[in-house]
């Protein structure tokens, strides 16, 4: 799979974050012992997906496991258990499609994830339960639009040239009405939305989003659990998701 855009604008910064002397070696090699992590691949409109690239990675981003989408979409990866700081799937990479990215994958036990990917990228997806409030979680994501950063590179003349922006402005821009989220399977409101700026370097700003969503109706009792981020682009028509595998904080 070719690297990911956001990788490329901001190298330096990503270099030093997964550093190895800021991580520690991935929990999945104290064990030999190996569990299955398998799904489907589809687009929106749920056909299958052939041919797919699909990647799990360690901490710091080299691939542990990866395979190819067979006709019917599906997918298997037999992996030493653990957990892993991401899995990707996509076909046409920049082409005709961006990545989807599910995050801190708990291969614990024999998982399913089922990638569905279109022109939209959910990058980076954190979130958290702020102390006090309304009891909710704030949920961070990098969104990037494949028409937009189509345009940016036309417009600067290449790939290589993306680094002597300021600004690098593809994500989308978003109303709560374009954000769909599910937490363990339940889906939510979106209460707050929040385009903020991030660095991408120490002389560089690139875009993402801040969202607020209420606690789902039902508790969720697994150790990790998947919040799921689907957008659309009303100006586009393009639509991505991503996930990440919340694990709530234990309190003493």
């Known amino acids: 799979m070719k690297t990911t855009l956001i990788a490329l604008v901001s190298t330096a910064v990503f270099a030093a974050a997964i550093s190895p002397s800021a991580q520690t070696p991935p929990r999945a090699a104290q064990t030999q012992e190996t569990v299955t992590i398998s799904g489907r691949v589809t687009d929106f409109e749920g056909r299958p997906v052939e041919g797919a690239t699909v990647e799990l990675k360690d901490s710091h981003f080299n691939n542990v496991a990866s395979t190819l989408s067979r006709a019917d979409g599906r997918y298997s990866l037999q992996v030493p258990k653990g957990v892993y700081m991401a899995l990707a ?9 961006l990545e989807y990215w599910a995050w801190t994958v708990p ?23 702020p102390q006090g409030g309304f009891p909710s979680y704030q949920i961070y994501f990098r969104p990037m639009s494949l028409t937009m950063v189509t345009k940016v590179v036309l417009d600067v003349g290449g790939m290589e040239n993306l680094g002597k922006l300021k600004t690098i402005d593809i994500a989308p821009d978003l109303a709560p009405d374009d954000i769909q989220v599910t937490i363990d399977g339940q889906k939510v409101p979106v209460l707050m939305v929040n385009r903020v700026r991030e660095a991408g370097g120490p002389d560089q700003t690139l875009f993402g989003y801040l969202i607020q969503a209420p606690l789902p109706p039902r508790t969720p009792t ?29 309190l003493i």
């Open 89 to 97: 799937a996509v076909k046409d990479y920049r082409v005709k499609s």
């Open 107 to 129: 291969a614990e036990r024999d998982l399913v994830i089922d990638p569905r990917f279109d022109r939209l990228e959910v990058y980076a997806i954190n979130a958290w339960r």
């Open 222 to 250: 697994a150790e990790y659990f998947p919040i799921t981020i689907t957008l659309t682009d009303r100006a586009t028509g393009e639509k991505g998701e991503g996930c990440l595998f919340f694990r709530p904080p234990r």
